[in-house]
């Protein structure tokens, strides 16, 4: 444990996903995929709407829509218990706007402290929740227990659904480095999602496709963050284009592009992948 904790100050995330998928290609994995034509995976954006006004929010969501974006991920935030405070406003309008357009609201990892507060104005608008952040990169960076981290996601899954059954909870993941982390924790959930940043991680999908599968017991997964920073748009449009291709043709559910505004280098808006993500929705 020691020499572990050692290794991670000295080593990258990706360090750790090539540490990860040299210990899993040592053992074979027995699992059979079902033949059959892939169907195309739902595509959603990550959408930090609170930097946008409300004129602004209704036309970025329409954009998003024509683009062929099905889902979109947005922050968690309560920053006050006001309806009329200006967040609630923009949130509200988020909602609404959203749910004319036929969009599904995913909502990202929240705080315990106000999720029922949360849950309370917005449950019946939202089609899927996180309940914990990549459990992986946390349980190395903090330190925790995994027993804790397990205990996070189903108190928060167990929250979400007491408010709405038909919310689908979301669990994501860097790598599949902690089989116990994530069998526990997927015995809480009703999606597994893989983050994905780096071409490593592309090549070595089925790998660690299968090796989520294997462990959790789900049927596919969900890419729960997909994304290239740089400036090259040349670049990042190609790397966005290859991974949807391969998460494709293995099946995945659904890919959350990361993202539509801010972070710079990642953001896709009036980029090449804007528009080559839009060509391949409506093309493939």
Known sequence: M???????????????????ITLFSITTLAYTVEQQTPAKPAIGIV???????????TSELEKMKA????????????????????WRVQTDTLYTKAAQLGLKIYVREPDPATLEKYLNAYASKISYFQVINEADARFLKEWNV??????????????????????????????????DLVSSIAQHVDIIALDIYEQLQLDTFPVQMQTLLTLSGKHTI????????????????????????LFKANGVEAVIVWSWNSNVGLNIKGRLAETTIRKWVTES
């Open 2 to 20: 020691i020499v572990l904790r050692i290794a991670y100050k000295f080593i990258s995330r990706l360090g750790i996903f090539a540490l990860a």
């Open 47 to 57: 959408y930090w709407y609170y930097y946008d006004d409300t004129l602004t929010i």
């Open 67 to 86: 683009d062929g974006f099905q889902i979109i991920c947005i922050p968690y935030v309560w920053w006050s218990d006001d309806p009329q405070s200006p």
């Open 146 to 179: 995994p027993g804790e981290l397990t205990s996070i996601a189903w108190k928060n899954a167990e929250t979400i659904k007491k408010f709405n059954q038909n919310i689908k909870t979301v669990a994501s993941f860097s790598t599949p480095l902690f089989p």
């Open 222 to 245: 969900w890419i729960g963050e997909f994304g290239y920073a740089t400036l090259d748009d040349q670049q990042q449009a190609d790397f966005l284009l290859k991974g949807l291709n």
